[in-house]
């Protein structure tokens, strides 16, 4: 089970169907969790997405309390042998308490089920941010402990130098990094390419 967050506008919707369509490749079961249940047409946009890669999405009503809806596709992941449950969530800045306060009680809910779970909390950043990133991962990951990174927009103007950064303060690996718009535009991070991007 993959928990995925950031600010708003760092792309984390498109990254979630991005990387449904990745790990649907070998032919493993996906299913999507619309957590957003607050930002204006997010749970259709990831319904979209879902209906494009033919993938089962759970959704809630507008304004439902994300930690049932993640508890419940959970339930259901587990119910029908799901072997990735990926659960979008409603940006936030990492400058509110409320707001992380909400991402610890969807983690709290899901650790009712398994206390392993979620097994990966990603965060999607934007490589075109710069420092502000860096402060991005080490709010998140105070509030909630995170596991690595989904860097998005590395093919504008940034080079995603703050993954650097964020790697030796906080040990935070990038997990998947976003090339462009189109769908396979998405790819496990490598570490040679970066660097040879970077120089």
């Given amino acids: 089970m ?3 967050v950031g600010v708003n506008g ?12 990745y790990l649907g490749k070998d032919r493993d079961s996906v299913l999507l ?12 946009q990831l319904g979209i997405w879902a209906k494009r890669l033919e993938v089962e999405m759970i959704r809630g009503q507008y304004g439902a309390d994300p930690a049932a809806l993640c508890y419940d596709a959970y339930q ?5 042998k799901i072997a990735f449950l990926l659960c979008d969530t409603a940006g ?4 509110k308490a409320n707001l992380m306060a909400e991402l610890q009680k969807v983690k709290r809910s899901l650790a009712k089920h398994d206390p392993d779970v979620p097994h ?6 934007d490589a075109t941010t710069g420092g502000n990133a860096l402060s991005q991962a080490r709010e998140f990951k105070n509030a909630i402990g995170l596991t690595g990174l989904i860097v998005t927009k590395l093919d504008g103007s940034g080079k995603g130098g703050i993954v650097v950064a964020i790697q030796n303060e906080l040990g935070l690996p990038t997990r998947f990094v976003g090339t462009g718009e ?10 040679t390419a970066y660097v040879d991007n970077l120089l």
């Fill in 2 to 4: 993959i928990l995925v």
């Fill in 120 to 125: 990966e909390i990603l965060l999607v950043v």
């Fill in 10 to 21: 760092t792309g984390k919707t498109t990254s979630i169907a991005k990387l449904a369509h």
């Fill in 92 to 95: 936030r800045l990492h400058t």
């Fill in 182 to 191: 189109k769908i396979d535009d998405f790819a496990p991070f490598d570490r």
């Fill in 76 to 80: 259901a992941a587990v119910k029908h």
């Fill in 33 to 44: 969790a619309a957590a957003d249940t607050f930002r204006a047409a997010a749970i259709e």
